[in-house]
């Protein structure tokens, strides 16, 4: 296999070839590929991926046309309302802030008192309200929880009709209403409904929040346009998510608002200014490193701008390179965060509220991280072959070498910050957890399977870092209760960890003769890959998904 790279796929042959890798495509063909070298068929659990095809929140059915309810009939008594409500302030809405309390309880009241609302989608967004705070309820046996859960969200589909979103104007409501719906969606089996969904509230968000004269925007209260930045950098928060999980390339130009600049907080008003505004400007810079990051991965040599003579703003063939200019970017970002929001001091924060949300604004940076390095994690391997059948010691490796290996043990690293992190928000005696548990299981799959890729190579895969795969595994075992996909994707990861090793040495009662801390999983990988003809180099930098006419 790994001769075929060097033919037709040479380490720096090709600068056409894109290392835009989704975590759901990584995820998957590695599960099949080992699946196959152990001659067994590819199972539906093993390509089962969180925020992609999971259903977190079980099996939903969105396909079959649905009776319009009688909302008002169909309404919850409202204690119970009032309880759900409360859920999602407390709960949900402080991780991702998208509606706005006060409207939101104006239109609450109204609608109970059956008087009119702001908004014909207002009806849709409250029943997803209701299905997100059922959902984070931890203490609720997992069938009852996905059955009213889901009933709810089929309510919110059915009330929100297609000629709404596509046809009439866009409003806020609309786009908040959209994001809601996204959030829920990516944790079902609802691929392109949650493809659709964000790529509908981007484009409706920048004919609202963005790409307007001036002008207009004066019209606009101060708490107007705070609520539109903040729906914005939410909604490309979401796309972000989505797009990194399925595989394809994000709206272009996202981070772009009409107003004046001293209208959005700076890091100085942030020290002493509104909370809200604090955690705006340091989500809109990390989203626009976040940008750039996958502007490098993505942009390719296209035969006709070359002709046209047209710039280029990242070389590919030079990624490691130009990652080294990105990783300083996240680094002085996070630098440059106040003490109160610093990594190890989050647990001292006393507002469990702020907390929570300076937690996942951690994981998000993680993340980012992540996808930096997660292609020099793949080049690493390819080197690392190259390198065994002409590397000589008078011909030491190269610094661009060193700087690929360097990258990929900082990829493994950073999963293990992940994990870690997860690991610290877990709370097993309270009702509700510090963070939603579907965004628990995110994390934890994205450290895992990194945990998997270090397997390659014993080099990688260190007592530390084996630690840190079984942290992962006990933390997915503390969430078998919420979700019925947990204990499948747990069986699947032990599996790929033992079954790379039996493939190769299996002892007479069919059990594994080493364990991964023996050394040997590196060179164990490298034959299954072999045997298979399994083409790593194009899984990881292949072009298929990549929707080259954005760039």
Not at 285 to 300: G, M, P, R
Not at 533 to 542: P, Q, S, T
Request: aromatic share 10%; glycine share 4%.
């Amino acid at each position: 296999m790994f001769e075929r790279f060097e033919e037709g796929y040479g380490l720096d042959s090709d600068p056409n070839r894109a290392y835009y890798t989704a975590h759901g495509r990584f995820a998957g063909e590695v599960a099949a590929a080992i699946d196959v070298r152990a001659g067994i068929a590819p199972t539906a659990a093993s390509n089962l991926v969180p925020f992609v095809d999971a259903p977190l929140f079980g099996e939903i059915d969105l396909h079959y046309p649905y009776r319009i309810p009688d909302f008002a009939a169909e309404l919850p008594p409202r204690p119970y309302a009032d309880r759900l409500v409360n859920i999602y302030w407390q709960h949900v809405d402080h991780v991702e802030p998208v509606l706005d309390r006060e409207r939101f309880s104006r239109d609450y009241e109204a609608l109970y008192s059956r008087s009119e609302v702001s908004s014909e989608v207002w009806p849709s967004i409250l029943n997803v309200v209701f299905a997100l705070a059922v959902q984070r309820q931890e203490h609720i046996p997992l069938q009852r929880r996905d059955e009213e859960g889901n009933i709810f969200f089929k309510r919110a589909w059915a009330l929100l009709r297609p000629e709404t979103v596509l046809w009439q104007p866009g409003s806020l409501e609309l786009v908040q209403c959209l994001m809601l719906m996204n959030r829920y969606l990516h944790c079902t089996n609802n691929q392109q409904k949650t493809w659709m969904t964000a790529g509908l509230a981007v484009r409706i968000a920048q004919s609202i929040c963005c790409h307007l004269p001036e002008a207009s925007s004066t019209k606009d209260s101060a708490s107007d346009r705070e609520l539109k930045q903040r729906v914005w950098i939410n909604c490309v928060a979401l796309d972000r998510c989505v797009s990194w999980s399925l595989g394809r390339t994000s709206a272009p130009c996202l981070i772009l608002f009409p107003y004046k600049t001293d209208s959005m907080c700076t890091r100085s008003s942030c020290q002493q200014g509104d909370k809200h505004d604090e955690s705006l400007a340091w989500k809109l810079e990390l989203h626009e490193i976040s940008n750039h990051i996958q502007l490098a991965q993505t942009q390719v040599r296209n035969n006709l701008a070359a002709k046209l003579g047209l710039p280029r703003l990242y070389q590919q063939d030079e990624y490691h390179a130009v990652a080294v200019q990105l990783d300083a970017c996240l680094t002085k970002w996070e630098n440059s965060l106040p003490s109160n929001w610093m990594l190890e001091n989050l647990q001292s924060v006393v507002d469990r509220t702020s907390r929570a949300e300076r937690y996942l604004l951690h994981l998000r940076f993680l993340h980012s991280r992540i996808f930096l390095y997660r292609p020099m994690l793949g080049r690493f391997y390819l080197m690392k072959s190259h390198a065994a059948t002409v590397q000589t010691a008078a011909n030491p490796s190269s610094l661009s070498d060193r700087l690929l290996r360097e990258g990929a043990r900082m990829c493994v690293e950073v999963a293990q910050r992940v994990a870690s992190l997860v690991i610290e928000t877990l709370e097993p005696d309270e009702p509700i957890g510090l963070l939603p548990w579907w965004y628990r299981i995110y994390y934890l799959h994205i450290a895992g399977i990194n945990f998997l890729a270090a397997m390659f190579g014993s080099d990688l895969f260190t007592e530390s870092v084996s630690q840190s795969w079984h942290g992962v595994i006990s933390a997915l075992r503390a969430h078998e209760h919420l979700s019925a996909y947990v204990q499948p994707c747990i069986r699947t990861f032990e599996i790929l960890s033992t079954r790379i090793l039996n493939t190769q040495y299996p002892t007479p009662d069919g059990s594994s003769g080493v364990t991964i801390e023996d050394g040997v999983a590196g060179p164990l990988l490298d034959d299954i890959f072999q045997d298979m003809d399994f083409d790593f180099d194009n899984f990881l930098f292949g072009t298929d998904d990549i929707i080259w006419g954005q760039l």
